[in-house]
């Protein structure tokens, strides 16, 4: 059984400040994938990455895959209130294709 | 192009009480998941379809959960009877599986259970 760890498990910053949510595992990962989820929503994709080493740039957001894609970061520069949510990371293995397994999430507070 | 359509939305019911969920998935998804999610926690994966055939079941409880996707399409999740520890939200995703999975989430259902 895979496992995704995330750390920290929450996270409360004033507006401005930058911050970094890690996802870790044992396990190689074919694919890994960061969602974002608001109260009383579903989570949505931010980004997928699918190389070791890859970075990805979302506006404010960076995300970064590691070299042994056994982990992934999820760098926020500039945080602001409608940053707040829950962060997940998602990992699919080679051998489990379609399976997604999920770390245990971030809650994010960005206080104005 | 129209998201994953869950219902209902909210749901509170009695323990020993049954419970059904509904998901559509969007069009063309092959892939269908449902996932119960404990407030502050990541999803856990209960079920995975691929068309209309069970990939992953290992984490259903299966004593008193069952789920079905008639004709590849739409699903529904039951519990019976239902227990105080099933309150949680139930999250309905599909994906298009090409080379790696995007799942797109329904809103989820909240279920508690009294």
């Known amino acids: 059984t895979q496992l995704l760890e995330q750390s920290p498990q929450f996270l409360s910053i004033q507006e401005g400040e930058n911050l970094t949510v890690y996802c870790n595992s044992s396990?190689?990962?074919?694919?890994l994938q960061w969602y974002r989820q608001e109260p009383g929503e579903g989570p949505v994709l931010l980004v997928t990455?699918?190389?070791?080493?890859e970075v990805k740039k979302l506006k404010r957001l960076t995300f970064q895959f590691g070299d042994a894609r056994k982990d992934s970061s999820l760098h926020i520069t500039a945080a602001q209130p409608g940053d707040t949510g829950l962060y997940l990371c998602?990992?699919?293995?080679?051998?489990?294709?379609?399976?997604?397994?999920f770390g245990q999430g971030t809650i994010l507070t960005v206080h104005p | 192009e129209a998201g994953v359509a869950q219902s209902p939305r909210y749901k509170i019911i009695e323990k020993r009480q049954s419970v059904a969920f509904w998901c559509n998935p969007i069009?063309?998804?092959?892939?269908l998941y449902w996932y119960q999610q404990i407030l502050g926690q990541g999803p856990k994966l209960l079920i995975q379809?691929?068309?209309?055939?069970?990939?992953?079941d290992s984490q259903l409880p299966k004593d008193r959960f069952s789920a079905e996707r008639l004709k590849g399409v739409d699903s529904t999740l039951k519990i019976q009877p239902a227990k105080l520890e099933d309150s949680a939200v139930y999250l309905c995703?599909?994906?298009?599986?090409?080379?790696?999975?995007?799942?797109?989430f329904g809103q989820g259902t909240r279920l508690t259970v009294v």
């Open positions: 396990s190689v990962f074919s694919s």
């Open positions: 379809f691929q068309n209309n055939g069970v990939v992953d």
């Open positions: 069009s063309g998804h092959a892939t």
């Open positions: 990455v699918v190389t070791g080493g």
């Open positions: 995703a599909s994906s298009l599986y090409e080379i790696y999975t995007e799942a797109f």
């Open positions: 998602a990992g699919e293995t080679g051998t489990s294709y379609g399976k997604l397994t």
